[in-house]
């Protein structure tokens, strides 16, 4: 059965962007490829804070659990006892909100060094792929001797 002029040219058009989006695959390839490989690095970064994080709040709710108990166990409460139990759990709380920082900051500087190691190699194998595309066809064209 014969294609109407408008089934041709609706897949003509598709035929020829999608021949245009392949043509253009030494440009792409490598950028595509490089995104994925840094959004796994940064997942793992993220997910090695986030435990990281997790492992923090439950030893604070830990340890706030057992000055709990010690600030309101059976024993009648000693006020300079009280105060010292209530300095040193602040004191681990502001040593993890401090980690909690260093290592927000550390994920961010990896990030960011991932994002620009692999800009710099995509622009690599990108500039690689289009030098032999451009050799390759001026080569193409020669007359065998």
Partial sequence: MA???SESKTSGG???AAQALFSANPLLGPQAH???EVQEKILQEAEQFSKHWFDRRHTAARTA???TAELFGTAPVDPG???KVLHDWQMQSAERVAEDVQEWVDFCTRSAEYVTAGEVSANKETLDSVSAAVEDAEHGHAIPV
Avoid: G, I, R, V
Wanted: net charge neutral; proline share 0%; charged share 15%.
């Fill in 3 to 5: 294609k109407t002029q």
């Fill in 65 to 67: 659990l057992q000055a």
């Fill in 34 to 36: 490089q995104f994925w």
């Fill in 81 to 83: 006892a009280a105060a």
């Fill in 14 to 16: 598709f035929d020829q």
